[in-house]
C-alpha cells in the first residue's frame, strides 16, 4: 500500500541537479500490529450474503445482529414483569443473555456482585485474551433499565452495540496492541452504582492500565441527535473523525456531563469518551435541520417510561454509532502503537552558508491521536562539513526538539542519521518541521530529504 501526494518544491535550489519533484509517500507498515488468522467459528454469525471485510479493516457492524439482541432483551423484560431493572429478575437474565453469547465467543468473563437497596446487582466484565494488558481499552454500557420499562433505547442499544462489537472482535480475531475489555454495568439507573463498585474496586495500580473507558448510554433514540462526549481529545477526535466521514455533523454532549457510567472512570482520571443520541431534552430547529427528526420534541420521548419497547429505536442512529464504536475499537485498540506509517519529503532545501535558518515542511495527516513517544525522525542533509549544522525538528505546535548540535570539530560530510524523539505530548497531525541553520562561514549543503515514522 503506498500512496503519492504531490507536494510542493521549497526553497531556492540553486543547485539544478538536485531539483526533484517533491514527494510524500505514506508507505506500508501501517497494518503491521495487526495478526489475521482464520475466520473463527465463535460469535454471532455475519449475514451469509454480506462480504467478509478484511479483519484488518474496522468492520460495519451488522444492524441486524445489533436489533436481534434488542429483540432478546425485550423479550426478557416482557417475560420478566416489563422491565430490566436492578433487583429484578429481568435484569440477571439479561447478563445472563450477554454473558452466554461472550463466553461463546471466547471471551474470558468476569461477574462481579455488589448490593444496592437491599439488591444484589451484576457487573459484568469481558476480556479479550491478549494485548498488552498494561494499555487496556475499555467499552462498556449499563445494562439495566428502569422499573417503569424495558429500557430498549436506555440502554439496550448501548448494551447491544457494545456487545455486537465485541463479537466483531472474536469473528476477526482481532490481536490488537492494546488489551480489550468490555463491560456490561448494573445499577446505573440507581445513581452509577454498578460503574462505580468496579472502579472503587479497582486496585489503583489496575486503574492507570485503563488508556480509555469508552461509553455508550442511550446511541438509538428515535428522535436522534448525534452527541460526542467532550473529554479525553484523542477519544473526542476518533469519534468526530468518524462521523465525518458519514458526513454526519456532531455536537458536543451537554446533556448532564456526568449523567452516566463514564463519570466514576474519570473521576480517578481515567480518559473517557463516548456516544449519545439525546434523552429527555428537545430537538432545536437548528439541529433538526441538521439532524432531520422533529424539532421541539425530545430526542426521546420514552426516555424513562414504559413505551422504550424495540419501537423506540431510530434505526439509521443505532446503525451509525454501532459503526462508531468498531471504528474507535479498531483505531484506538491498534492505534498508538502500530509502526510503520512513513511521512517523508523529498523536497529539497537549500541552507544559505552561515546564514538563517531554514526549514522544510511535512504535513502528517490522517493520525489519531498524540505522536509516539518514540517518534523516529530519518534525515538526509548533504553538507560538506556536518559540524556547520544545528537541526531541530519542529512540532505543528511550534515546540523544538533539538536533533543535532554544531561542532567545530565534526569535518565529516552529510548528516544522515535517524534521531528518536519523545514527542509524546505533542498532536500527530500537522506540519512538522526540520529546521537546520549553518552557523559558521564556508562549507554549504542542503536538505536532501527527511521523514518521520510515526
Ligand atoms: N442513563 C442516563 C440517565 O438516565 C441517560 C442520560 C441522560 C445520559 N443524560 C445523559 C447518558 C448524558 C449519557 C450522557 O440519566
Ligand atoms: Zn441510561
Ligand atoms: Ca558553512
Given at each position: 500500500m503506498s500512496a503519492r501526494?504531490?507536494?510542493?518544491?521549497?526553497?531556492?535550489?540553486r543547485r539544478?541537479?538536485?531539483?526533484r519533484?517533491?514527494?510524500?509517500t505514506v508507505?506500508?507498515?501501517a497494518?503491521a500490529g495487526?495478526?489475521?488468522?482464520?475466520?473463527?467459528?465463535?460469535g454471532?454469525?455475519?449475514?451469509?450474503?454480506a462480504?467478509?471485510?478484511?479483519?484488518?479493516?474496522p468492520?460495519?457492524?451488522?444492524?441486524a445482529n445489533?436489533k436481534?439482541?434488542l429483540?432478546?432483551?425485550?423479550?426478557i423484560?416482557?417475560?420478566?414483569?416489563g422491565?430490566?431493572?436492578?433487583?429484578?429478575?429481568?435484569?440477571k437474565?439479561s447478563l445472563d443473555?450477554?454473558?452466554g453469547k461472550?463466553?461463546?465467543?471466547?471471551?474470558?468473563?468476569?461477574v462481579?456482585?455488589?448490593?444496592s437497596?437491599g439488591s444484589?446487582?451484576?457487573?459484568?466484565?469481558?476480556?479479550?485474551?491478549?494485548?498488552d494488558?498494561?494499555?487496556v481499552?475499555?467499552?462498556?454500557?449499563?445494562l439495566?433499565?428502569v422499573?417503569s420499562?424495558?429500557?430498549?433505547?436506555d440502554?439496550?442499544?448501548?448494551?447491544?452495540?457494545?456487545?455486537?462489537?465485541?463479537?466483531?472482535?472474536?469473528?476477526?480475531n482481532?490481536?490488537?496492541?492494546k488489551?480489550l475489555?468490555?463491560g456490561w454495568?448494573?445499577?446505573?439507573?440507581?445513581?452509577?452504582?454498578?460503574?462505580?463498585?468496579?472502579?472503587?474496586n479497582?486496585?489503583?495500580?489496575?486503574?492507570?492500565?485503563?488508556?480509555g473507558?469508552?461509553?455508550?448510554?442511550?446511541?438509538?433514540s428515535?428522535n436522534p441527535?448525534?452527541?460526542?462526549?467532550?473529554?479525553?481529545?484523542?477519544?473526542?477526535?476518533?469519534?468526530?473523525?468518524y462521523f465525518?466521514?458519514?458526513?454526519?455533523?456532531?455536537?458536543?454532549?451537554?446533556?448532564?456531563?456526568?449523567?452516566?457510567?463514564?463519570?466514576p472512570?474519570?473521576?480517578?482520571?481515567?480518559?473517557?469518551?463516548?456516544?449519545?443520541?439525546?434523552?429527555?431534552?428537545r430537538?432545536?430547529?437548528?439541529?433538526?435541520?441538521?439532524?432531520?427528526?422533529t424539532?421541539?420534541q425530545?430526542f426521546?420521548?420514552?426516555?424513562h417510561?414504559?413505551?422504550?419497547?424495540?419501537?423506540?429505536?431510530?434505526?439509521t442512529?443505532?446503525?451509525?454509532?454501532?459503526?462508531?464504536?468498531?471504528?474507535?475499537v479498531?483505531?484506538?485498540?491498534t492505534?498508538?502503537?502500530?509502526?510503520?506509517?512513513?511521512?517523508?519529503?523529498?523536497a529539497?532545501?537549500?541552507?544559505?552558508?552561515n546564514?538563517?535558518?531554514?526549514t522544510?515542511?511535512l504535513?502528517?495527516?490522517?493520525?489519531?491521536?498524540?505522536?509516539?513517544s518514540?517518534?523516529k525522525v530519518?534525515?538526509?542533509?548533504?553538507?560538506?562539513?556536518r559540524?556547520d549544522?544545528?537541526?531541530?525538528?519542529?512540532?505543528?505546535?511550534?515546540?523544538?526538539?533539538?536533533?543535532?548540535?554544531?561542532?567545530?570539530s565534526?569535518?565529516?560530510?552529510?548528516?544522515i542519521?535517524?534521531?528518536?524523539?519523545?514527542?509524546?505530548?505533542?498532536?500527530a497531525?500537522?506540519?512538522?518541521?526540520?529546521?537546520v541553520?549553518?552557523?559558521?562561514?564556508?562549507?554549504?549543503g542542503?536538505?536532501d530529504?527527511?521523514?518521520?515514522?510515526?
Amino acid at each position: 500500500m503506498s500512496a503519492r501526494i504531490p507536494g510542493t518544491d521549497r526553497g531556492p535550489a540553486r543547485r539544478s541537479w538536485i531539483r526533484r519533484a517533491a514527494t510524500v509517500t505514506v508507505a506500508a507498515g501501517a497494518l503491521a500490529g495487526l495478526v489475521v488468522s482464520a475466520p473463527g467459528a465463535a460469535g454471532a454469525a455475519q449475514p451469509a450474503s454480506a462480504a467478509r471485510p478484511s479483519a484488518l479493516a474496522p468492520p460495519d457492524i451488522p444492524l441486524a445482529n445489533v436489533k436481534a439482541h434488542l429483540s432478546q432483551l425485550q423479550s426478557i423484560a416482557t417475560a420478566n414483569g416489563g422491565n430490566r431493572a436492578h433487583g429484578r429478575t429481568g435484569y440477571k437474565a439479561s447478563l445472563d443473555y450477554v454473558k452466554g453469547k461472550l463466553d461463546a465467543a471466547g471471551f474470558t468473563t468476569t461477574v462481579q456482585q455488589f448490593t444496592s437497596g437491599g439488591s444484589t446487582g451484576y457487573n459484568l466484565i469481558a476480556d479479550w485474551p491478549g494485548g498488552d494488558p498494561d494499555q487496556v481499552l475499555f467499552a462498556g454500557s449499563h445494562l439495566d433499565s428502569v422499573s417503569s420499562g424495558a429500557g430498549i433505547n436506555d440502554n439496550g442499544s448501548g448494551s447491544a452495540a457494545v456487545l455486537e462489537t465485541a463479537l466483531a472482535v472474536s469473528r476477526a480475531n482481532l490481536q490488537p496492541a492494546k488489551h480489550l475489555r468490555f463491560g456490561w454495568w448494573g445499577a446505573e439507573e440507581l445513581g452509577l452504582v454498578g460503574s462505580r463498585y468496579y472502579v472503587n474496586n479497582l486496585p489503583s495500580a489496575e486503574r492507570s492500565k485503563i488508556a480509555g473507558y469508552l461509553n455508550f448510554d442511550m446511541i438509538g433514540s428515535p428522535n436522534p441527535g448525534y452527541f460526542v462526549y467532550d473529554d479525553d481529545p484523542t477519544i473526542e477526535t476518533t469519534f468526530k473523525d468518524y462521523f465525518a466521514g458519514l458526513g454526519v455533523p456532531t455536537e458536543i454532549e451537554t446533556e448532564g456531563d456526568g449523567r452516566s457510567d463514564h463519570a466514576p472512570f474519570k473521576n480517578v482520571g481515567v480518559p473517557v469518551g463516548g456516544l449519545f443520541t439525546g434523552a429527555d431534552y428537545r430537538k432545536t430547529a437548528a439541529q433538526a435541520q441538521k439532524w432531520g427528526g422533529t424539532a421541539g420534541q425530545a430526542f426521546d420521548r420514552c426516555y424513562h417510561s414504559s413505551c422504550d419497547t424495540t419501537t423506540n429505536i431510530n434505526d439509521t442512529a443505532l446503525d451509525r454509532n454501532a459503526d462508531a464504536i468498531a471504528h474507535a475499537v479498531w483505531t484506538l485498540g491498534t492505534g498508538t502503537t502500530q509502526p510503520g506509517t512513513v511521512f517523508e519529503t523529498t523536497a529539497d532545501v537549500s541552507i544559505p552558508d552561515n546564514g538563517a535558518a531554514v526549514t522544510s515542511a511535512l504535513e502528517v495527516t490522517g493520525r489519531t491521536g498524540n505522536a509516539p513517544s518514540a517518534l523516529k525522525v530519518g534525515v538526509d542533509i548533504k553538507h560538506s562539513w556536518r559540524g556547520d549544522l544545528v537541526v531541530d525538528l519542529v512540532a505543528p505546535d511550534g515546540t523544538a526538539y533539538r536533533l543535532k548540535n554544531s561542532s567545530g570539530s565534526d569535518s565529516a560530510d552529510n548528516v544522515i542519521a535517524t534521531y528518536t524523539v519523545n514527542a509524546s505530548s505533542e498532536a500527530a497531525n500537522g506540519t512538522w518541521k526540520l529546521k537546520v541553520q549553518d552557523i559558521a562561514a564556508q562549507d554549504t549543503g542542503y536538505i536532501d530529504s527527511w521523514k518521520l515514522t510515526f
